[in-house]
């Protein structure tokens, strides 16, 4: 999948498992602002399993600083999808999120910092407005936006930053989802790798050749190749979604009746479904 429909893609399931409105589940449930914020947040995080790609969002990022990242990332991981691209992955990507939940100042003014979050909100919020071409091509811009948002919270809002564990976990999962659908697939269960048998591989006119690769790859290619026509016919929407979903939370924070509105929408659609319908 495309970087930039990896980001959508994060954003999307962080509105769908957090906001608190008629379109989302309200699974996890934060506040306007952790919806707002927390939706670039887990866009970014949804890129971090390409942070083993020398060439991918992350590495054009913040340069120089994501370029050693992705280089370092990738020798540890074994390479493009391989150890990010798995269960084992997904849990360590958490982990150093709650580790860096740890790492605090305290201030007489702001009293205790976040710091730690702070910084992994600045990398994320980066890498989603690279991804999703906010920013285009100014690198000053994704800067100065990213730092900007991040210092804002941590100081003004530093109690935001308890789902950021969550946020980093649920990012790396919708990213494997993602590459799941493709036919390249993931090593889901990294490091153990069952390889398809050789009489797989001998017919490759059984349905789920594409679904077992050599390597031990898992794939349930509905998407096709990367940056197909389906992957975008699915994201189009999903991507808008997204948009939806943080425009909600804004208009809520900034006092809106959207629980009003909607309702007079939906009995204003329903009124006019029962009008066509055949008396």
Same mark, same amino acid.
């Given at each position: 999948?495309?970087? =930039?429909?990896?980001? &959508? +893609?994060?954003?999307?399931?962080? !509105?769908?498992?957090?906001?608190?409105?008629?379109?989302?589940?309200?699974?996890?449930?934060?506040? *306007?602002?952790? !919806?707002?914020?927390?939706?670039?947040?887990?866009?970014?995080?949804?890129?971090?399993?390409?942070? *083993?790609?020398?060439?991918?969002? %992350? +590495?054009?990022?913040?340069?120089?600083?994501?370029?050693? !990242?992705?280089?370092?990332?990738?020798?540890?991981?074994?390479?493009?999808?391989?150890?990010?691209?798995?269960?084992?992955?997904?849990?360590?990507?958490?982990?150093? &999120?709650?580790?860096? =939940?740890?790492?605090?100042? $305290?201030?007489?003014?702001?009293?205790?910092?976040?710091?730690?979050?702070? %910084?992994?909100?600045? @990398?994320? %919020?980066?890498?989603?407005? $690279?991804?999703?071409?906010?920013? =285009?091509?100014?690198?000053?811009?994704?800067?100065?936006?990213?730092?900007? @948002?991040?210092?804002?919270? &941590?100081?003004?809002?530093?109690?935001?930053?308890?789902?950021? /564990?969550?946020?980093?976990?649920?990012?790396?999962?919708?990213? %494997?989802?993602?590459?799941?659908?493709?036919?390249?697939?993931?090593?889901?269960?990294?490091?153990?790798?069952?390889?398809?048998?050789?009489?797989?591989?001998?017919?490759?006119?059984?349905?789920?050749?594409?679904?077992? #690769?050599?390597?031990?790859?898992?794939?349930? /290619?509905? @998407?096709?190749? &990367?940056?197909?026509?389906?992957?975008?016919? @699915?994201?189009?929407?999903?991507?808008?979604?997204?948009?939806?979903?943080?425009?909600?939370?804004?208009? *809520?924070?900034?006092?809106? *009746?959207?629980? +009003?509105?909607? #309702?007079?929408?939906?009995?204003? !659609?329903?009124?006019?479904?029962?009008?066509?319908?055949? +008396?």
């Amino acid at each position: 999948m495309m970087g =930039g429909h990896h980001a &959508a +893609s994060g954003a999307a399931a962080w !509105v769908a498992v957090t906001a608190s409105t008629p379109i989302a589940f309200g699974w996890y449930p934060v506040s *306007d602002v952790g !919806v707002m914020t927390g939706a670039l947040v887990c866009a970014g995080a949804a890129l971090l399993p390409d942070a *083993d790609h020398h060439n991918g969002t %992350i +590495s054009h990022s913040l340069p120089p600083v994501s370029e050693g !990242v992705t280089q370092l990332v990738s020798t540890v991981a074994g390479g493009h999808r391989n150890a990010t691209h798995s269960i084992v992955g997904v849990a360590v990507f958490t982990a150093i &999120a709650w580790a860096m =939940g740890q790492v605090t100042v $305290r201030t007489e003014q702001f009293g205790e910092v976040l710091v730690g979050p702070g %910084i992994m909100a600045v @990398l994320l %919020i980066a890498f989603a407005v $690279r991804a999703l071409k906010l920013t =285009g091509q100014r690198r000053w811009w994704t800067w100065s936006l990213s730092v900007s @948002l991040a210092a804002f919270v &941590a100081v003004f809002a530093p109690e935001e930053w308890y789902w950021m /564990p969550f946020c980093v976990g649920l990012g790396c999962a919708v990213h %494997i989802l993602g590459d799941l659908l493709t036919t390249r697939g993931v090593p889901l269960l990294w490091p153990v790798r069952i390889k398809s048998p050789r009489w797989v591989r001998r017919h490759r006119w059984l349905p789920f050749d594409d679904m077992w #690769s050599p390597r031990g790859n898992i794939s349930v /290619p509905l @998407l096709g190749d &990367a940056g197909s026509w389906r992957e975008w016919a @699915l994201m189009t929407p999903v991507s808008a979604y997204a948009v939806l979903g943080v425009a909600w939370a804004m208009l *809520d924070q900034m006092g809106f *009746d959207t629980a +009003s509105a909607w #309702s007079s929408a939906t009995e204003l !659609v329903a009124s006019a479904g029962e009008s066509l319908l055949p +008396s």
